[in-house]
């Protein structure tokens, strides 16, 4: 589906075009760096196959704008600068990253951009220069540089929220009243899985950068570079998150563990602390049950008071023993 | 054993070679863009030798061509390029990775495939080639590229098959009620072995593709170039799950033992609880059970159901208070 | 904020300059190495419009100047070489790394120096270099080396700490008597957390001085090469303190899971062989505590000190054959 | 000691050298591409003076030949090339691998091995050579081949028995019965042990390997390349082994962990589904052993009958209870 | 201070230098290479000022020399080479590593050493080449190769001695009665940090031997570098010997873990066996110790023996129960 297509004229919104062909021929004739951008929601093979020829983009690439499920990767094609982008969104509630997937195409006088799943970043985008026709007038170097800039923004957030989330669970495993309820585990694994999905998206950016940095690529001006290194860094910051994020959360599933075994010797102690108190007294009684003729004791009028004291003060004992220890 | 052989002109199934030298002389003069494809299963030495000879392939890559086992790689010899991969099929049932291998060498105007195993993708390639005469016109090199794309689209279903199997492991690991069955980590320690399996076959597959798409092998055309591409995009995204896959259950297995450590705990404490409440009414019962001349209580008519009663209470009151401390 | 703003002449602090952009036209038209440097502290975009434009510094490296959480980098833009680093302080009561930041411009008689955190080594690097004014009067790039040589010193003084911090670690896990404290997973994870932030700090900052080393940024002489060359070494130092520390505190880890495990070993067999201590007698006394009407030993005279002597004697027995085995 | 020396004439042993200079000056003359192979067993330095000076052996090469504990490695000197490899044998009884070494020199019409340790491999490689006139008649370097070759493919088959054992050790360690002895833990490192010194081996030949492919070394014809690239492919897969097989076995001692905290978890709740099924009736016998002078079940003639009964139903009922939860 | 200082003549020790400035000229001048060597120990800023200035070493190699603490590296300076590395020696009693350091300078015509800590080579090595005229009348060179071949080789004796004490503890981990002691993760650990500090001497020393290997330092030979050679090779191994080590001591901690938990389980089977050998009786007696009036059993003659007999078989009965199911 065809969402969003206008053609620029120095960097300000101009009309729709009606025919892409005619419209594209026009804007590459012009003097005032006019180009088509045209926005589509996983479009079907048909309504893409008029775009394709129109704009001559290649039959892979086009392939690959159709499913979902591609890595983040740059290629290079005879009238085109194919990208593929990531963007994710966090669910909080859920604390679960959602990957949806963003196809970039853009060529002398147009951009394509193609999106899977629910991303609102390419409308977002559009909005946003549509209101900074400075940035927008440097034709379409600007939108996929806006995009990128988008999309690894919106990585950073998450990397501070997942920041936030990891503060929230290092509290609750080093708590020193928990720390060992069943769920932690699963809890550390799906942080873990998330963080995966993080660095999958990112991960795989980082070498287009390098290239859109090192001005490799077709369609870059001298001055744009600059900008893509700024979109670089903060991805690379986004991947130092995502390493940082993946090794604490491996350290803190093995303090956890520790902790696990520590708690359960805290546990056992003191279990063992209160079994020790009802052993004494039990044998104590088992003691005076014997049915020997001659316990002189049994016959005293004080034998029976005496021997609960003594119960009383062995218990009293043990316990002011086993808080000395540390076991109660 | 020879499955299959033809001679293949504009893209299109000819006659069946009768005599393999004449046949490839015939091809190479032939202004068609003719070529012969031998499909070979598991060939002897003998069967093997005459297309040795009439092909000039190298005799170390015909020994590698009758032994299986050979690691996945690309050698260039003279007169032909000789290219190894391990095509996989899951076999859900057992959770298992099974390997087979298939050996390709293409020179002009001939393709020679050879399989070890049970792989249906030879056969399965030439059946869609066959009908799709664009593709097929283009040569040896087609066929090879047909192959590939074909072992890798593989590989991304596998990887597919093998998320859905960890998802379903998760449940198991992270359910409530479940996660310290004894088999768990045996479950966990042969999804790796099969995870092991699978980069064995995609990860030595990087290079061959890293050199077909750089074009630094022979019998490439400029415009196959991109298909390879494709391949090899797919083929770092079969990585990309294998090495994610394997970090996965690296991290289950570590979540696993936590878990155990944690329903230890927690059975402890049970047991702990049940223990404690047998135990204070035994020591009672055993107070009662002295034989002191002097125990007022026991000469009470409400001695022993009062006792009864405080048995009772001791155990009601001992429920209460762990249970309200999550032992039980 | 301007916190501190001078002209240096050969290597001595001059006037405060009153115009920045008269200054700097004076400071290059004079024959004496003259140069202004000027020194902020969080400044406001407007507070840093002014010095922007005088010094032409470029509009990405300002928008990275005035937000702080950059990564240590160098980038070179026209007219001014870019340096980001984090300087680092530990607050070894509460044995946490703080992080501040501290960006750089370097240009032809100029220096901005950007603070962001409370770290106090832009003034004391001023104050050290107006005491040495032959450092001081190469000029720009002596600002810059002096700064990072502090910075990385800073790293090289909290390695140190850290390493002592180690230490006392190592004798709180290792001590015959302790180690199984509840908290010394969560000290441990937490130092971990503090070693990660160092090498945040310590490891994106070999790039920079690596090209420093190599000199392909600009405003390098050929005397001041051997200088960072000093100053990479440093780092290179640090940055293996910081990756020795994450190694041990990793070792440090697992070997106190193993010790828990002992020491949960050791109070099993402590506990049970109390219990058994326990369970002895009080079988002697279930014995002779039955009602058989037949049962001589009830009505000998010695018949209970025979048997207390009994307990005492299994009880006795019991104790040093466990203390024998290690279990006491 | 010199263990066998031949002068080879057309890929035939022809006669025993008499004086290895003399011997050494006819085959550097001959026509026939001549070579003399001395074979040595770890020689003393009188022994190899000879050698040396005849052969103008480098002496850094000698003193390396004389003494074992040398890496893999290859060195070229002037005049000669020389080779450092570790054969192993796997001694499947003890399930440990040894290794020994063989040192090989090649140069313009001689070959000079030397051996340390009991590895059977230059003999049997010279007994093959001497039946393959082919390949010998290829001259010293075809030596160096056979022998490079021989010894890789010893690898690959210690890394299938080392493949066979490891499936052992898998049934052992996830048998449903087993899988908790103790020697299990040591069983697994002392694989460990074996794997490493596979790969002290196997690793640093991959080096020398890869010079003799890329032809960097001298003494090379363009004929022999191939063959060396198929032992640096069957390194390769040497090398896979024993990277897989280490692998498996962190995860199967990881795994090996696990289970035995599941089985302690198991063996622990059915010794205490035992420990209450011997409470509770316990409990019932301290009741009715209290001394209350009113107990009115006391005196019934069923009181007795019927409290056994009462114990008899609670341990079935506690024995279904724990069999039904997976207690027992 | 200044240990020992002399000219080389032709190899041989010749005077002593009276002035440094008068005898570096001559030495200069001289047609026979002669050299003077100036060995110090932790020399003081004063005592080494003079040294600087007549050799015109580096002020930032001087800085370093006087500072111990310095990683192992060589830096190129006009007029000297300056290398840093860091002896170790191994004091087996308290197994521990003690890390010396040395600088070496050599220039045209000079070599000085300087020591921090205890390190005896600069000593022995100066010994040794005063014997050997052929090594010392290679010049300054000579000298740099024999101080790195003594370090070197003492990291390979030392590597051995660090592989006596990890069979010593294997041996101590794996035995059958032990493994469960308290201290051994913490010596475990404590070899890990000897293996740390191994590798933090070994490991950056790789770096400048390539270089000497390679030629691309000044002052080199052609027939010097095969020497370089053969102790990057020794270094080569001690770098694999460390890493190795490193492995092992990881994997023995983990095997040694796993122990634990099997010692534990086993532990706990025994405690419970013998448990339930007294809680059988004891639930025996307290059958009988119940006080119904109609309990015929206690009025026979027999009953008491055949209680007792009772309880003894029941215990036989269990102690051979447990024993066959190896719990005992």
Redesign the interface.
Known sequence: MIVDSAIYRKGRRAETPGDLSDALAQCRASSDDAFIWVGMSEPTAEEFDQVTSEFGL?P?AV??SLKA???P?M?V?TGSLFTVVRPLTYDDARARIEASELMVFIGESFVVTVRHGSSRIPAQVRGRLEHDPKVLGRGPVAVLYALLDAVVDAYLDIASELQVDLEEL?EK??A?TGG???????V???F??QV?EFR?ATG?LSEPLARLVAGTVPYLSHETK??F??VA?HL??AN?AGD?LD??L????????????????????K??A???M??????I???????????P?????W??PA??AL?VTAVTYLYFLFKRRGWL
Do not use: C
Not at 180 to 186: D, L, Y
Not at 285 to 295: E, T
Not at 297 to 301: A, D, G, K, N, P
């Open positions: 290649h892979l392939e690959d499920h591609q890595r990767k290629e094609y290092e495993v080093f020193p060992a309820e069943t769920g932690v585990a699963g550390i694994y799906s873990k899985r995966l999958r795989p600059p900008f290194r700024v860094d690379a910051r130092e940082g090794r604490l491996s350290d803190i599933l093995a303090a956890h563990l520790t902790q696990v075994g520590v708690r359960q010797n805290d546990d056992m102690r279990i063992s209160w079994a020790a009802a052993a004494v007294p039990t044998l009684a088992g003691i005076y049950g014997m049915n020997f003729v001659h316990m004791e049994l016959r005293q009028i034998g029976y021997v609960l119960m």
